[in-house]
């Protein structure tokens, strides 16, 4: 059994898509309609044949309120790992992505913390080496 | 941009104060006032965490809302447009057909429909399905387990 699928609900696809491939870089793996949403995965260009993360909607009023609860509470949904967290916060912060914490030293990692806007904190993390 | 868990807080203060759906609403000026931020950097710091501007998200909250509304059915489309905060009947139906794809008179039609069809199962189940569901209102499902074999279209 492997893991090579991982969702994170957003508030809007198509803007999600747009932040996830343009702010973030990732690339698009699947875009295609399912009823009334899309199906949409993205993965990293580092590793484009491993884990997609699928942008879901949060249309279910038990998802929007799980959501909204974790955003207000700064929990952020999902963690990606970098190379070198300072250069990725200055380039996200030049793109004009908002930031709840900046690189911080936390035990074996460095971490950040900022808004997708699309409903979700994701944290950013470098191990240390 | 960084903001301190202070501006953090007053930014989710003042998205719940435009979520608030009513027939009147403080301006949005008056909304930044109350949570203590200056009028110039909240339209910019609000998008930035939120991906829309302040005005926006409340057109949204106050579409989403008037959705409900007509789903239930127990008001006229007119009703829906003041209730929600619309003053304009023309542009409440606009908004609300760019929004959802259909005017509401439509939607309040073919809600009513789909609250008496059972339950629709997706023939392909992506992981996260569930997830796909529509926001109908809760008495929606109460209905579904109500209806009676051979009732749907």
Known sequence: MKIKLTSILVDDQDKALEFYTQVLRFQKKFDFPVGKYKWITVVSPEEPNEVQLALEPNANPAAKTFQEAMFSQTIPLAAFEVDDIEKEYERLKALGVLFTREPTRSGPITLAVFSDTCGNLIQIYQPSH | ?153
Request: contains cysteine.
């Open chain 2, 1 to 153: 941009m960084l903001i301190t868990r202070d501006l953090f807080d007053r930014l989710c203060a003042a998205r719940d104060l435009l979520g608030e759906v009513r027939e009147s609403s403080p301006s949005i000026p008056q909304i930044a006032a109350h949570v203590g931020i200056s009028p110039f950097h909240f339209i910019r710091q609000f998008e930035a965490l939120f991906g829309t501007t302040p005005h926006r998200f409340r057109v949204d909250s106050r579409l989403r809302q008037a959705q409900l509304l007509l789903a239930r059915g127990h008001h006229s489309v007119t009703e829906v447009c003041m209730e929600v905060g619309f003053t304009s009947l023309g542009s409440f139906s606009s908004l609300f057909s760019r929004r959802v794809g259909v005017s509401p008179g439509s939607y309040q039609r073919h809600a009513r429909v789909l609250i008496h069809v059972p339950a629709f199962v997706p023939g392909s189940l992506f992981p996260g399905c569930l997830t796909l569901m529509e926001g109908l209102p809760a008495s929606a499902f109460r209905n579904f387990r109500e209806a009676q074999p051979g009732a749907h279209r």
